[in-house]
């Protein structure tokens, strides 16, 4: 069985979160989070705290040939982060609008030292599983390169791995431990509303 780690914000997301409210600009804000291929916006005045739940975004899969022996009621109850393509036909309600906005923040801080935030816009009326899990893959595959790049400490190669075969931390931009990108597993995504309207995600994510 997987174990499941709720990327509830942390006291040093929630730090980071109040300290993007009271004392940094909107540049500022932008150079938490700079990855190259992906553009990062928020203004000050659309966060104050994430506020309460909204809703939750469940990723349930139908189930198929082999799979079946392990998940006897037909549904695998998340989504690789990794590599999400082979299962996003087959998510239950994959391209029903489970969000309606325009934009919404994204917080990333598992399994990250450092966490990450970011805009993600929506491609239409709002945000189905499909564009959500495809984008959440997409930054994920960013921060783990990223990682790579920026970090003095390399991650071990599996095959040189000894006793635990979980990641070594590195200590790159993110200070990413414990897992591998192959070992995470999204299961559903908590959405908060903010007083100002304005919508964070965050992630349930299995490994």
Same mark, same amino acid.
């Given at each position: 069985?997987?174990?499941?780690?709720?990327?509830k914000?942390s #006291?040093?997301?929630?730090?980071?979160?109040?300290?993007?409210?009271? %004392?940094?600009t909107?540049?500022?804000i932008?150079?938490?989070?700079?990855?190259?291929?992906t553009?990062?916006?928020?203004?000050e005045n659309e #966060? *104050?705290?994430i506020?309460?739940?909204?809703?939750?975004?469940?990723?349930?899969?139908?189930?198929?040939?082999?799979?079946?022996?392990?998940?006897? /009621?037909?549904? #695998?109850?998340w989504?690789?982060? @990794?590599?999400?393509?082979?299962?996003?036909?087959?998510? #239950? @309600?994959a391209?029903?609008?489970v969000?309606?906005?325009?934009?919404?923040?994204l917080?990333?801080?598992?399994?990250?030292?450092?966490?990450?935030?970011?805009v993600?816009k929506?491609?239409? %009326?709002?945000f189905?599983?499909? %564009?959500?899990?495809?984008?959440?893959?997409?930054?994920?595959?960013?921060i783990?390169k990223?990682e790579?790049?920026?970090?003095?400490?390399?991650?071990?190669?599996? /095959?040189?791995?000894?006793?635990?075969v979980?990641?070594?931390?590195?200590?790159?931009?993110?200070?990413?431990?414990?897992? *591998?990108?192959?070992?995470?597993?999204?299961?559903?995504?908590?959405?908060?509303?903010?007083?100002?309207?304005h919508f964070?995600?965050?992630?349930?994510?299995?490994?």
């Open positions: 069985m997987k174990t499941l780690f709720a990327a914000l #006291i040093v997301s929630f730090l980071i979160l109040s300290c993007i409210q009271k %004392q940094n909107e540049s500022d932008v150079k938490i989070d700079s990855l190259k291929k553009e990062v916006s928020i203004h #966060i *104050d705290t506020g309460p739940t909204f809703s939750t975004i469940e990723f349930n899969v139908k189930a198929t040939g082999e799979e079946l022996k392990n998940f006897e /009621d037909g549904i #695998i109850p989504i690789s982060i @990794d590599n999400p393509k082979p299962y996003i036909s087959r998510i #239950i @309600d391209d029903k609008i969000l309606k906005a325009s934009s919404v923040t917080i990333i801080d598992y399994p990250l030292t450092t966490p990450a935030v970011f993600i929506s491609s239409g %009326q709002g189905s599983r499909r %564009q959500l899990i495809t984008e959440i893959s997409k930054l994920y595959h960013e783990y990223e790579e790049r920026t970090a003095k400490t390399k991650t071990v190669p599996l /095959d040189k791995r000894e006793g635990l979980n990641r070594n931390k590195t200590d790159g931009k993110y200070g990413v431990w414990g897992h *591998d990108i192959s070992d995470l597993d999204l299961s559903s995504i908590e959405v908060h509303k903010n007083s100002n309207g964070t995600l965050v992630l349930n994510v299995e490994s």
